[in-house]
């Protein structure tokens, strides 16, 4: 059964840092393409970063420089570590697999919750 479960978000500061984390199975996280999204209320979901099976990443402009994707292939994780966060960032944020997308699936998970604010 493909989950998706996504946890470590939160209340922080602007500027703070904040990694979430994502529980995968059913699926091998080594070698799918993983990304993580995030989605406001009214707007649509905006991709956020990207981890193909080969290691290679990519981000989105607005996070460019200040987030990192990872994974844990042995314990089938997927990581997004957030430094100098800014309010514009909060947001549901979740993990998917590309296949899915493009497949048309649904799979996703509940996300965790950001707000950056003081």
């Known amino acids: 059964q493909v989950q998706f479960v996504e946890s470590g978000g939160g209340l922080v500061q602007p500027g703070g840092s904040l990694r979430l984390s994502c529980a995968v199975s059913g699926i091998a996280v080594s070698v799918n393409t993983m990304n993580w999204y995030r989605q406001t209320p009214g707007k649509q979901r905006e991709w956020v970063a990207g981890?193909?099976?080969?290691?290679?990443?990519d981000y989105g402009d607005s996070v460019k420089g200040r987030f990192t994707i990872s994974r844990d292939n042995v314990k089938n994780m997927v990581y997004l570590q957030m430094n100098r966060v800014k309010p514009e960032d909060t947001a549901v944020y979740h993990c998917?697999?590309?296949?899915?997308?493009?497949?048309?699936?649904?799979?996703w998970g509940q996300g965790t919750h950001v707000t950056v604010s003081s």
């Open positions: 998917y697999a590309l296949q899915f997308v493009q497949s048309g699936h649904n799979y």
């Open positions: 981890l193909t099976g080969i290691g290679r990443t």
